[in-house]
């Protein structure tokens, strides 16, 4: 579920940025470390290392982590609440975070106020939300622009292809995979309805 933190700069960055988010928001809770880690089934050391930037958690792992904290996964990974009202989001102000599977998430828009987080996935080759199926708060649709990926809901494999869509509530147990050979691009929406 982790990975060590690659060289790059701004990966380094946006790891530092989601770690810090993580510390404040936890704290703001009045949670320690143990806390947390009980509320996700992560443990303490690897939270820990979250926190402090030196590892790389997967987009499940974040899931999980916002999720104990009364938080959408896009909120550690914006910094701040932008404004509601763009009507336009450029590609190069979208927020990219790079996971332990090794996964890229865009996030291109964090609405806050409608309950919906829209963001391009990729998943190069044998790579994946989580190495585990996960479940939380809300509800997804994913549609797949090229490649072909796997959506195990429930147990059950679902095959994708370009130009299909899945849907499912958050709650039922998931997990996104790329078996390969290339990289899968989706259009990921995702809802806080509970």
């Known amino acids: 579920m982790l990975q060590d933190v ?5 990966t380094e960055k946006t790891l530092a940025i989601i ?22 089934g992560l443990s303490s050391s690897m939270l ?13 792992s974040l899931v999980v982590i916002s999720e104990a904290l009364g ?5 550690l990974i914006v910094e701040g609440e932008g404004p509601q009202d763009n009507l336009v989001v450029r590609a190069a ?7 332990g599977t090794g996964a890229v998430r865009r996030v291109m ?3 806050t106020l409608n309950g919906v987080t829209v963001a391009i ?4 080759a044998h790579t994946g939300s989580s190495e585990q199926p996960l479940s939380h708060y809300g509800y997804e649709y994913g549609f797949l622009l090229e490649g072909s990926l796997i959506v195990e ?3 059950a494999n679902h095959v994708l292809k370009a130009g299909d869509l899945v849907s499912y509530s958050s709650q039922r147990p998931h997990r996104i995979w790329n078996p390969g050979p290339g990289t899968a691009r989706t259009l990921w929406f995702n809802t806080s309805r509970k």
Request: net charge neutral.
């Open 71 to 75: 938080k959408s996964m896009s909120a």
């Open 121 to 124: 996935n990729e998943y190069p």
């Open 109 to 111: 828009k964090e609405d």
């Open 153 to 155: 809901v429930d147990g």
């Open 6 to 10: 690659p060289a790059n700069a701004a």
């Open 19 to 40: 770690g810090q988010r993580i510390r404040e928001l936890r704290k703001g809770r009045g949670m320690t470390l143990q806390a947390l880690a009980e509320a996700t």
């Open 48 to 60: 820990s290392l979250v926190e402090r930037g030196l590892a790389s958690p997967s987009i499940g």
């Open 93 to 99: 102000e979208a927020r990219v975070l790079e996971t």
